[in-house]
């Protein structure tokens, strides 16, 4: 595969943190930090009742939104859900789609992974789909099978064309929230085996273009080495992603 030349990524997953009055002024506080504008592409996901509010102050600034979870159906009796059409609304360019604590604590299933990503697609939500590995998955040598079940459920059905957009992050379940970050080498070799799927089951084209973050306990501290192999495009960020600080020097890697 050739050098990199995909624009990175750094995304910040807020998960279940910040009222709406803390969300506004951690993003305030980002976008001050974020002058002058960084090379690379910014995104931070706000809880749901945040999303709106931030997106106000994030007007006129280099970072784009995402939301943390969707449902793939357009409008209806689904109570509790929210449609891409509502984020869109909301002002949201993302979404994260199969974290594994969604899977986890939710129940999310590769089959409903797949028909949100489909949802995304339509509306034009770039999703970032998230896969990995547990750490009982790994200690069993199982970590390719559970990232090939992982991507060829996740994407099932899914034409070459509406996966242009697609980003993904390869989240080793082991290492989010926990300190416990995998060595630059072990992502570089996971990232290496998703883009070589890309390009066995989709194409050589995607395979070049698609950007592929890390995620997994990404501090200031090791974000530059994982930056600096070649398969890595970015990184999505949870705990250090609320300190606004610590997220613009990740983001300065
Ligand atoms: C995440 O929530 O996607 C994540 C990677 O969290 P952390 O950076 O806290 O490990």
């Not at 050098?3 to 993003?27: C, D, L, Q």
């Not at 943390?68 to 789609?97: K, P, R």
């Not at 899977?103 to 089959?111: A, I, L, M, Q």
Request: hydrophobic share 40%; net charge negative; with cysteine.
């Amino acid at each position: 595969m050739e050098a990199r030349s995909r624009r990175p990524i750094i995304a910040g997953n807020w998960k279940m943190y910040k009222t709406v009055p803390e969300a506004m002024e951690a993003a305030g506080d980002l976008v001050g930090l974020l002058r002058p504008e960084p090379d690379v592409e910014v995104m931070i996901a706000p809880p749901f009742p945040a999303l709106y509010p931030v997106k106000q102050i994030l007007n006129g600034s280099c970072v784009r939104m995402g939301a943390q979870n969707v449902f793939w159906e357009d409008e209806g009796a689904f109570t509790g859900e929210v449609s891409t059409q509502m984020l869109v609304s909301a002002g949201c360019s993302y979404v994260l789609i199969g974290h594994s604590e969604r899977r986890r604590y939710f129940n999310e299933t590769d089959s409903n992974i797949n028909k949100k990503l489909s949802a995304a697609f339509l509306n034009n939500l770039t999703p970032i789909l998230c896969v990995g590995e547990t750490e009982e998955a790994r200690e069993n040598n199982n970590t390719f099978s559970v990232l090939d079940k992982q991507m060829e459920m996740g994407l099932l059905g899914l034409s070459a064309e509406s996966l242009q957009t697609l980003v993904l992050a390869y989240e080793p379940v082991w290492a989010i929230g926990t300190g416990k970050t995998a060595s630059n080498e072990q992502a570089q070799e996971v990232h290496a085996f998703l883009r070589e799927w890309i390009e066995k089951k989709i194409g050589n084209k995607l395979a070049k273009s698609i950007r592929i973050l890390y995620g997994g306990s990404v501090k200031p501290n090791n974000i530059r080495g994982l930056m600096a192999m070649p398969d890595i495009d970015g990184a999505l960020v949870g705990g250090a992603s609320l300190v606004p600080e610590s997220f613009a020097q990740i983001v300065r890697f």
